[in-house]
Nanobody, 120 residues
Framework: QVQLVESGGGLVQPGGSLRLSCAAS????????MGWYRQAPEKQRELVAR???????DYADSVKGRFTISRDNAKNTMYLQMNNLKVEDTTVYFC??????????????WGQGTQVTVSS
């Protein structure tokens, strides 16, 4: 019914930048909050940043001042601009969305994840 697809991950040197995108598609009526999470091996998934439909944002302390979350409601797409990347930012990033769909009601959906590797 609803699919979330991340893109934009890759390999970058410390201090570099990447821009992640998350495109939602399917039988979408409305997308409420959206968020970016990350999960390192054998660790719990943690919130990186989230954004309401109205544009209010919240960030993990570890990324404040370096990452910027945004969204385009007309395109059902969310972005994460990541600047001044550090080695410790290396992991898989997932997008999440609270969606009201045409047939499934309201629920949370996850993308498949995109790998971000920060290394010299």
């Amino acid at each position: 019914q609803v699919q979330l697809v991340e893109s934009g991950g890759g390999l970058v040197q410390p201090g570099g930048s990447l821009r992640l995108s998350c495109a939602a598609s399917g039988s979408i009526v409305l997308i409420y909050d959206m968020g970016w999470y990350r999960q390192a091996p054998e660790k719990q998934r943690e919130l990186v940043a989230r954004i309401t439909r109205g544009g209010s944002t919240d960030y993990a302390d570890s990324v404040k001042g370096r990452f910027t979350i945004s969204r385009d409601n007309a395109k059902n797409t969310m972005y994460l601009q990541m600047n001044n990347l550090k080695v410790e930012d290396t992991t898989v990033y997932f997008c999440n969305a609270d969606v009201r769909s045409l047939r499934g009601g309201r629920g949370g959906y996850w993308g498949q994840g995109t790998q971000v590797t920060v290394s010299s």
